[in-house]
T-cell receptor
C-alpha cells in the first residue's frame, strides 16, 4: 500500500527553528508537496520538490531525498502565526496525490 | 492569480435534506477540479475528480449517487450531498490545479463546513 508518515504533533518556541519530517512509500514518485493548513481553513501551498536537494523560500525550506523516501520542512525564525498543521503530499506514478495526516505545530512564546 | 472560491463556507441542515456546495475558479479555467473531505484531526481524503463536460471519477468507497458532482462549465463545479445524515458532517474542500504552475500545484477553496442535525 501507499503510506505517508509524519509526526502527529510538534512544539517549538517562537524565534526558534523546527524541522518537520515526512517519509513516504508510494508506487512511483512524481513530486512532493508541503502545504500549510490553519485550523478550520483550507490548505495553502508552501513548497514543491521533485529533485533531490534543498529548496529555500524565505523562512521556509524543504528538502528531498528520493532514495530514502524522505523529506523535511524547515521553518526558521518561528512566529506565532506559524502555528498550524503542515501536510506532506506525494504524487505517485498515476499523478495521484497521496496525503499525510499532517503535523500539528504548536508555537509557544 | 489562481483563486478558487467556495460557497457556502458553512451550512447546517436537517437530516434527510440535500445540500449543494459550489466551487468556482475565479481567474482561470479549470477543466479538472477535486473534491476532498476532511474529518477533524484527519488528513484530506479525495472523494472525486470533477471533469468539465463529463462524468466525475469517484474514489473507492464514495457513493456517486449520494455525492452528486456536476462540472458544467470551465469555472464551476458543484457537489450536492443528497439525503444528508449526521455522519456526513465534515469539512468539504474543493481544489483546482493552478495553471502554468508546472507541478500542477493545487489551489484550494476556503472549504465548506457541513453540519447535519
Amino acid at each position: 500500500g501507499q503510506n505517508i508518515d509524519q509526526p502527529t504533533e510538534m512544539t517549538a518556541t517562537e524565534g526558534a527553528i523546527v524541522q518537520i519530517n515526512c517519509t513516504y512509500q508510494t508506487s512511483g514518485f512524481n513530486g512532493l508537496f508541503w502545504y500549510q493548513q490553519h485550523a478550520g481553513e483550507a490548505p495553502t501551498f508552501l513548497s514543491y520538490n521533485v529533485l533531490d536537494g534543498l529548496e529555500e523560500k524565505g523562512r521556509f525550506s524543504s528538502f528531498l531525498s528520493r532514495s530514502k523516501g524522505y523529506s523535511y520542512l524547515l521553518l526558521k525564525e518561528l512566529q506565532m502565526k506559524d502555528s498550524a498543521s503542515y501536510l506532506c503530499a506525494v504524487k505517485d506514478s498515476n499523478y495521484q496525490l497521496i496525503w499525510g495526516a499532517g503535523t500539528k505545530l504548536i508555537i509557544k512564546p | 492569480g489562481a483563486v478558487v472560491s467556495q460557497h457556502p463556507s458553512w451550512v447546517i441542515c436537517k437530516s434527510g435534506t440535500s445540500v449543494k456546495i459550489e466551487c468556482r475558479s475565479l481567474d482561470f479555467q479549470a477543466t479538472t477540479m477535486f473534491w476532498y473531505r476532511q474529518f477533524p484531526k484527519q488528513s484530506l481524503m479525495l472523494m472525486a475528480t470533477s471533469n468539465e463536460g463529463s462524468k466525475a471519477t469517484y474514489e473507492q468507497g464514495v457513493e456517486k449517487d449520494k455525492f452528486l458532482i456536476n462540472h458544467a462549465s470551465l469555472t464551476l463545479s458543484t457537489l450536492t450531498v443528497t439525503s444528508a445524515h449526521p455522519e456526513d458532517s465534515s469539512f468539504y474542500i474543493c481544489s483546482a490545479s493552478r495553471p502554468g504552475s508546472g507541478a500542477n500545484v493545487l489551489t484550494f477553496g476556503a472549504g465548506s463546513r457541513l453540519t447535519v442535525l
